[in-house]
């Protein structure tokens, strides 16, 4: 059986998030570290890799018997779910995860805001020697949403919950984790809502659907 199923829901920044782009060519006096934005409306943007690649470590503490050195020495259900390119043992992700864009920009602006970002002022003092190294830190302003757009592909029918389960149970840890950089500092605090799933390739049973969408209900439990 050849299918995809779409799953989609919206992410809420909950705590201003920081997940880096490029200071490269950034001028003096200008934000040492800002966030990455989409290159054609300079809005910020959630990389699909930056959940993809939160998701899979939550869950390989969850599942994995010992630390596994590698992510291609995670339990085989995540090796399934996610890929694996250990030699003679290569295996094709199943979910692919597009890159997220803000979807209320217009309701922002509505509530006052200029700009879709913040600077926050953060410091640290050298312990020896007293000297503050201040720095200007750019983040996504609490309140805004990006559309989220997960794609999975059907390989074997009798492992579509499965997999579905361990999807939910990684969107749910990430709500009580963080997305992007200085997580224990308050950063990154999110929340998913509207968590659906529908066949959008393939004969996929309306039963399968209804049961997917159920597992899916645990996200926002």
């Given amino acids: 059986m050849y299918a995809k199923i779409q799953i989609t829901g919206i992410i809420e920044v909950k705590t201003g998030m920081h997940i880096g782009g490029s200071s490269t060519f950034a001028a003096i006096g200008a934000v040492d570290s800002p966030v990455i934005k989409d290159a054609r409306t300079n809005l910020p943007m959630i990389p699909g890799s930056s959940l993809k690649g939160k998701m899979r470590a939550l869950l390989a503490k969850e599942y994995n018997e010992k630390l596994a050195r590698k992510p291609d020495e995670d339990a085989p259900c995540l090796t399934r779910l996610f890929g694996s390119a250990k030699e003679n043992q290569v295996k094709r992700s199943r979910v692919l995860i597009s890159d997220m864009f803000l979807s209320n920009e217009e309701a922002l602006r509505e509530k006052g805001l200029q700009s879709l970002t913040e600077i926050k002022f953060e410091n640290t003092i050298n312990r020896v020697s007293a000297v503050a190294n201040p720095r200007q830190i750019e983040r996504v302003v609490r309140g805004s949403l990006f559309q989220m757009d997960l794609m999975y592909e059907v390989e074997a029918e009798n492992e579509v919950y499965e997999d ?44 399968m659907i209804d049961e997917c969408n159920h597992i899916l209900q645990k996200v926002e439990e």
């Fill in 164 to 207: 579905m389960d361990v999807l939910a149970e990684g969107l749910r840890l990430v709500q009580y984790d963080y997305i992007g950089g200085n997580g224990s500092r308050g950063y990154g605090k999110v929340l998913f809502h509207d968590v659906k799933a529908k066949a959008v390739v393939g004969a996929v049973p309306k039963a």
